[in-house]
């Protein structure tokens, strides 16, 4: 249990309980329900919650599957810097955020849900987690022929094997150089003795 | 096209059958609310949306009792064991269990959105039509118990004008029933997200457990009879076509008195308490299975972080490709942990490799390494998964195995070597090739052993062309690469030790299967994958290609094995 990153279930549950908000502010403004104009604040507390919690932070360990197309809101929520990372903020933020919805039922699932998530930020940030933006990392281009550093020092015409010194660390460099870099389909069929 | 279908007809069978089954459930039950005479005065308040509830909560009870079906795995197991003499099919249909629990979860988020939407305009409109003074029929309707002396004939559930829906929600049963279990609901879908399940597998596995709780609030929601409709015998005093018109007049000894109404019984329970017994079952027989005792035989620490464990236990008996869940009370009580078995069914141990993956696999390593303290209590629940007993089925077999997803062909390759020293009459394959993809094999270093002796009994036996290995490596550098260049007289394998030679990169598959096809012009070619997705269709692509139209000639089935 002790490499559990609890705000990274926050986040789900806060992006659930966004959309749930969303749904109840719609119905409730386009039934026209009594004090609909809750509603109204559900509808836009509900985006605002969405926005913020669609990047998902990066994980302490191991890779992270990113959001699909999440680098736009990145980019935003990395702006606020601490007010983002902090998970404090994030929890009294949607704490707050879900009071008003309390007030109507069609949005009270969502107060319920927003709550349960920012107590889960709460329990996040008591054990130090932090939200850290997934930033692409710039592509390294092989570097073709830089493992030669001078030049072959056997070049041919060679004399004949018996006279050849056995195979040392040098020559396995320049042996490695001339075969290419990186892990490819093998152009090149290497033949087994077997079938 | 035809290929695909005959593997899976059986999952379209039961999805088409599963999905008719939800679309009659939900439109049987809407047309009795939406046009049954029994509601005719609750659609006054109400309108359609009476309908839209009624029919989602039918359909929720159906979901609710088919989702804890696929979870009773020792009853699977079961039918799966008496289904010996069943087709294959049927018997790999039982291991979509998981996806087809999935599928029905969906289905009941689906149905609970449109459930919960339709019941917030019942409420709106109970509310609405308490307060209004309109004397429409609606809030005659609604003011019904004030005028009645005999009990329970209101309509309304809100009977004061200064209550609140939200206060009517919180206090009735049903609405706090209500709340509650889609709270739940809510909490056990985003804790079992995909990458929340792969990456912190506790938080779902413990918080998926307060299904309990949405299962005992969806038995008592219903109770509280809110939704009603008009009794019996009130339907022959005051029939709706005859007397809504003159709702005015009904007090005035007329032809039509006031309607009398009966609240609907909870009907949830009848659905869902069978299957709940059944799992409550399947629990108990599980901790009655996992407090037998297994024996640990003989702990093996290969390299690169891999546990061995060889173990006996009475009454254990296994195929090959299944799998086990392990427990381990000094780690942690309540975790259970599957591991496919490593161990052929003739041996008389059974085996499983752990590789740390994680908090409880690294706890577990750690505590078989310490020499000095005593060896930790294991608990053995299992063996669970169809046994892949296909691969003997097939004359020609291909078993590719990429990363850790060698693991379960370590079962069949040693299960293949004892039918072939016994001569098995079963064994129907004649030639394996065998495909090991994986970066680096140090993590694999203890099927190098297994691969090594298989290769030198097939020698022995002259038998040569039984077994062949096709080991890729897609990690190498520079080094490896020139170390296998220099050594490329030799009769072994630099690095792994075996007569096959390793190749570097990945596999050509167009060139594999047009080899295999020339070569067995006349065979059907099993090909079994244990590995990622993207080189299943890959793989499916090149059986479709490379499968003759001549049904005479080589043709290629692809198996997708799950283990």
Redesign the interface.
Known sequence: ??????A??AN??A???GL?LI??GI??TA?Q??QWYFGAYSIVAGVFVCLLEYP?GK?RK?ST?ERCGQKYMTKVVKLFGPLSRNYYVRAFLHLGLSVPAG????T??GT??LA?ASGIYLLAATRGEQWTPIESKPKERPQVGG?IKQPPSNPPPRPPAEARKK?SEEE??T???G?S?G????PI??T???? | MANWLLNHWLSVLVLVMWLGLNVFLFVNAFLLYEKGDKYYYTREILGSALAWARASARCLNFNSMLILFPMCRNLLSFLRGTCSFCRRTLRKQLDHNLTFHKLVAYMICLHT?IH??AH??N??RY??SRQSTDGSLASVLSSLSHQEKEGDSWLNPMQTTNMT??YM?LTSIPGFTG?II??VL??M???S?E??RR??F??FWYTHHIFIIYFIGLGIHGIGGIVRGQTEESIKENHPYRCAEFFEKWDDDFHCKSPQFEGNSAESWKWILAPGVLYFFERILRLYRSQQQVMITKVVMHPSKVLELQMIKRGFSMEVGQYIFVNCPSISYLEWHPFTLTSAPEEDFFSIHVRAA??WTENLIKAFEQQHSPIPKIEVDGPFGTASEDVFQYEVAMLIGAGIGVTPFASILKSIWYKFRHADHNLKTQTIYFYWICRETGAFAWFNDLLASLEQEMEESGK??FL?FRLFL??????I???A??NFDKATDILTGL???T????P?WD?EFS?IAT?HPKSVVGVFLCGPQALEKCLRKCCHQYSSLDPRKTQFYFNKENF
Request: net charge negative.
């Open positions: 249990m002790g490499q559990i990153e609890w990274m279930w789900e549950q992006l659930a309980s749930i749904t109840g119905v409730a039934g329900f009594t998902r994980r191991g599957m007030f109507l039922l069609a009270i699932l319920a849900c349960i493992t195979p396995d460099e042996v490695g150089a075969v870099s892990p490819q389909e093998n069929p290497v087994d003795e077997v079938v | 959105a919960i939407v917030l305009f409420f709106e509310d609405r829906v939200i929600t709340v889609t709270i809510v909490l879908v985003t804790s997200m990458f929340i990456s912190y506790e938080v994680g908090d040569v062309g062949n897609t990690g190498w550098d520079n080094n690469a020139g170390h260049a220099l007569k096959h030679k190749f570097f990169g990945r050509m060139k080899t070569i």
